[in-house]
């Protein structure tokens, strides 16, 4: 039975995935030139340390177009990825279909997706925060695209406390958001495995008087004893007299600083991991000798040390300094309940409400996926705190967003962490200074357009230096003129050049360039007409025409491929005729729908 069912399975090639309208449509992205804007890139008026950053970049523009324009570029370079999309709420689509608003959503994220683990490093690391709307269909696309061999966790963030509700929901109420997280390839991923602190652990009773002694004649005693010594006590009833009626938390604190004291001597008395038998049999006679420690040697490796039936564990093992201090820790979990989202409201000193994440979180993050000097991008970047957390802590980064708050939030954000001016957030942690910089861009128009006859034309935007930029992305080269030959204006290997020109190529102009070249170079001319001849004269240069060597590779002339809804057609009355239904439009005239007057796009501007 089973076997005719692998039969059949294979035999129709199904796999499991999700499915949804327009999952197959895929965009035919043209790959677009960055623009510099040098009025709006910034840096800081000196070198702060050795290790400053110049070259992030802050691109303003939809993130689809952006992310194609950096892939020639940062194809496999990026070492971390945090987006944080919008989540699919529903309310802006209140007024459509469930299953549409699903399936337009799924698309947006699926598009962004793959060209997003194109980018990533092979030992890359992409973190996708959602929300519970979309988290699970979100987990089945990232297994489709990422594999499902590549998940790595699933992180639960406490995003907000039940005290902040103020009305009572059908159901328990969300206080949580997720982190999908993938590698590249999980073989090869460089996860760092971090320690979070923690309160003092009330299991780390006890200590040991004389630790200088051999092993065998250590003295445990109770360190809750110790401590009520030291404070000229005997007992809990003294204690709750000389601390109040917050006397345990008062204990428990002093405890806290005692065990960090006497690290070296403090412990808990646990169950060994997977113990062997010669460490069963220990722990069973050490039950018979309460008092005693019994010293299990080890070759290459610390004794472990057998009492009242467990293993000794010191405190030490679980301290790190963490921000200067020697601060109780343990290994991260996949639940970050410490990290506050209360009280972030003026973090970078703007203002994003109900969309900002704390700087904290993206310190997690790129602690975890980076090394100082790694390059860290966020595509949906809001307020720019992503950006803001890399650079303080020593990384590149690349952030898109299309909202105007890219120019109101984000400038302004970065110019302040740059001057040193922002010591909020993880500045005091990091111990900011300043320093620094980043270039701005936005994306250029389409290469193409239609003239007034439909015919595809280059776009009268384009400068020459434009044009030679964008025939060598599309043509696979990288864009860098030479300053000796004109005719270098970029390479794809040492010896394969391109030559962009709106000139006539004549056979002279050709012989001439043809003389300057070396036997073994070759040159792609790309030119917008050309004397026939030229075709087969030389075997190492190739001349080509715009626009027509272009057509019909990607979609030219399309800027938006964020969902706008306000340009969604409306649905047509019965009695209209389709094509009364532009006229109608935004007329107020009857439509089924209900107006959709201020509703915002899915992956369109937020606003605060
Ligand atoms: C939830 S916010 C991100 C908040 C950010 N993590 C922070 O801490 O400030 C999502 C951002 O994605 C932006 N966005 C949505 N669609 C986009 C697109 N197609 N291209 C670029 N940015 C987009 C929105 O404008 C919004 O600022």
Partial sequence: MLHSIEGEVAERKQKLELTWIGKENRPRLEP??????????????????????????????????????????????????????????????????????????LSLIKDRLELLKGLLRRDGLIFVHIDNNEFAYLKVIMDEIFERSNFVQM????????????????????????????AKNKETMDYKPLRVP?????????????????????????????????????????????????????RNSLLGDLAIDLKDQVVSVRDPHKPSQRIKDAMLESKGEPG???????????????????????????????????????????????????????????QFKNSKKPEMLLRRVIEIATDPGDIVLDSFAGSGTTGAVAHKMGRGWIMVEL??????????RMKKVIDGTDQGGISKAVNWKGGGGFRYFRLAPSLLENDKRGNWVISKEYNAAMLASAMAKHEGFVYNPDETF???????????????????????YLDSIHEEMQPDESLLICCKSFQKACEDRYANITVRKIPNMLLGRCEFGKDDYSLNIASLPWQIDNDTEAGDAAETRGKGKKSKKPSLKNQQGLFDKESE
Avoid: M
């Fill in 486 to 508: 004109y005719w270098k204006q970029g390479k794809s290997t040492e010896k394969d050049y391109i030559f962009t020109t709106t000139n006539f190529i004549t056979l002279e």
């Fill in 403 to 412: 909202g105007e708050h890219c120019h109101t939030h984000i400038i302004p």
């Fill in 32 to 105: 677009r030139i960055l623009l510099e804007d040098q009025e709006k890139s910034y840096h800081a008026a000196q070198r702060v340390t050795d290790k400053d950053i110049f070259d992030n970049r802050l691109i303003f523009g939809d993130n689809l177009l952006a992310l194609k324009a950096l892939e020639q570029e940062f194809a496999g370079k990026i070492k971390c990825i945090y987006i944080d999309p919008p989540f699919n709420t529903g309310s802006a689509f209140e007024h459509y279909d469930d299953g549409l608003e699903h399936s337009l959503w």
């Fill in 292 to 350: 005693q420690v019994i010293v299990l040697e080890r070759d290459n490796n610390e004794p472990i040390y057998i009492y009242k039936g467990g293993s000794l564990a010191f405190y030490a093992d679980k301290l790190r300094v963490i921000d200067g201090e020697l601060t109780p820790t343990e290994l991260l979990t996949d639940f970050w309940g410490d990290i506050n989202f209360a009280g972030i409201a003026d973090e970078g000193g703007v």
């Fill in 155 to 182: 992180v639960s963030v406490k995003r907000a406390s039940p005290a902040g509700f103020k009305v009572i929901n059908p159901g328990p109420l969300t206080v949580t958001d997720y982190i999908l997280l993938y």
């Fill in 198 to 250: 923690v309160e003092y652990d009330e299991n780390y009773d006890l200590y040991i008087e004389n630790i200088s002694e051999s092993a065998n004649l250590w003295k445990i005693s109770k360190l809750t004893e110790l401590l009520y010594h030291k404070n000229d006590i005997t007992n809990w009833r003294q204690a709750r007299e000389k601390w109040g009626s917050q006397w345990k938390a008062v």
